[in-house]
């Protein structure tokens, strides 16, 4: 069983992007079932996280600046781990996020298992 991170995107710039608070609370329970379902198949790592607005970029020479930045176009909006035996049955987990009628993406990347020495 391979192990997967689920990155959803968003839009950051159309206000169409932008739920009301009644689409956000109508989107928690469709959410909280695919969640669940996948939790309950033991394919759950680690749950979904939601990330702050703010940030921070470091770059080399320890140069750090503000971030994200209003002209990009789509931001990280959460992301988790799931297992999953290669990326077709990842892939079908992912089509199952309810983020998806909002007009976001969700990116699907193996986690790859490295060596440091």
Known sequence: MNEFVLIIRRDMVSKDAIPSPEQMQAAIKPFQDWIGGIAAQNKLVAPPKRWDSDGRVVKQDNIVTNGPYAEIKESVGGLFLIRAENY???VEIAKGCPILNWGAS????MAVQTEYK
């Open 106 to 109: 969700v990116e699907v990347r």
């Open 88 to 90: 077709d049955e990842a």
